[in-house]
């Protein structure tokens, strides 16, 4: 094997104008063209075959190392999110109302500087190393399960699966090894509710829409605390509550909007059979009728344990025991990652990247920043990690 930290050192200079570049020229859910074009262009400079698909910003490729061994896969998402980004620096959105708000710059730089290593060294990589640059992470479904209808796991098969995100909350040199679930299932429900309007001075003759939605919010929240058993994890959150158009008229229409969060198949489907039920209970009562549109959005991420353990063995020789956590309390967010995990088995870490200076502020913000040193903890982790799952 070569010196890993020697290569990543060498080559950091060129990734980072590679996360600029791309973070100058942000894209949104599978309109990633330009960095689309950049990925292919990097991986056929490393003499990596590359595979596009009509009407798909995807990119895989595909490196036949000169040694035996396993057929992995390494991810990273290229989308950005419809953000104005308010931070003043040199490589700020170029883009109006876009910005990388979510690290997706970082986590594709890193395979580009991970791809362009490992075609360096081609004759000492082992087994067939497959770079999945995927579209739309930010907006189910996703551009993962298309991916994978395409193909990318199959021909030859993929044994392991690894992804990784950065986060803003950890020092840079820190790495999360996730164990069970590392993210939800990610699901939204559109609740549409239909009394009878009228005059706001004669409500006995109606059905008041927005009375019956509140009572159906409130009825919601129990479903959590008294349906969930307490050691299971869930979330009902109502994001939305539309009713109404003046002052003097009973509504006759309400509409909810509701994100569902669960780890569980068996929860996710509690969750859905019990919003239905609880609904059109109390709209029945109340003399209203409802729809209940339930979409399932991501699936939770399964880290399988032997996947697992190959990146703590990674993070143990990259940055040591003293900067690796074994988390095994997972995030309520959702990750189309879990669709990768669930055909193969899989494991998503994530890395730190807190800011050197200022305030650090969670993804989806306007003001996200990242520190580029946590480019090298990830080129380093998932470089070893390709080596460790030979081992």
């Given at each position: ?120 060294h081609r004759e000492k990589v082992p087994g067939t190393i ?169 699936s939770s991420t399964p880290n399988d344990d032997k996947a ?37 088995p899989g494991a998503f870490f994530n890395i730190g990247a ?38």
């Open positions: 094997m070569f010196n890993i930290k020697n290569d990543v050192n060498e080559i950091f200079a060129d990734v980072k104008a590679l996360r600029r570049q791309i973070h100058m020229n942000p894209e949104i859910a599978f309109q990633e063209f330009k960095t689309s074009a950049l990925a292919e262009k990097v991986l056929k400079d490393a003499g990596i075959e590359v595979i596009t698909y009509p009407d798909s910003t995807a990119v895989l490729g595909i490196l036949k190392g000169g040694k035996p061994g396993k057929t992995i896969a390494l991810r990273a998402d290229m989308d950005a999110l419809p953000l104005q980004e308010e931070v003043e620096w040199e490589a700020k959105s170029t883009v109006d109302g876009v910005m990388h708000a979510c690290g997706h710059d970082m986590h594709t730089a890193i395979l580009m500087g991970v791809a362009t290593i490992l075609g360096k497959k770079f999945l640059f995927q579209p739309a992470e930010e907006s189910p479904p996703g551009g993962a399960k298309p991916m994978i209808e395409s193909g990318v796991l199959r021909d030859p098969d993929v044994e392991l699966v690894f992804g990784l995100h950065v986060s803003t909350r950890d020092e840079v040199g820190h790495v999360k090894v996730n164990y069970g679930y590392s993210s939800a299932n990610s699901d939204r429900c559109n609740i549409y509710i239909k009394g009878k309007g009228g005059h706001g001075a004669y409500p006995q003759g109606t059905v008041d829409a927005v009375v019956v939605a509140s009572h159906v919010v409130v009825a919601l929240q129990t479903i959590v605390s008294r349906n969930v058993a307490p050691l299971e994890n869930a979330v009902i959150s109502v994001g939305s509550f539309h009713s109404g158009t003046v002052n003097n008229i009973i509504s006759e229409y309400a509409e909810l909007k509701l994100t569902c969060r669960s780890l569980a198949p068996e929860v996710r489907e509690l969750l859905e059979d019990r919003i239905i039920s609880v609904t059109n209970g109390i709209c029945d009562a109340m003399g209203a009728t409802a729809t209940v549109d339930y979409t399932y959005g991501y697992a353990d190959i990146v703590k063995a990674a993070a143990l020789a990259v940055v040591g025991e003293e900067n690796m956590t074994l988390n095994t309390t997972p995030s309520m967010g959702g990750e189309d990652f879990s669709f990768f995990a669930m055909e193969v807190k800011p050197a200076e200022g305030e650090a502020y969670p993804g989806h913000n306007p003001k996200f920043f990242v520190n580029e040193e946590a480019l090298k903890t990830g080129m380093e982790m998932m470089l070893k990690i390709v080596f460790t799952a030979n081992e």
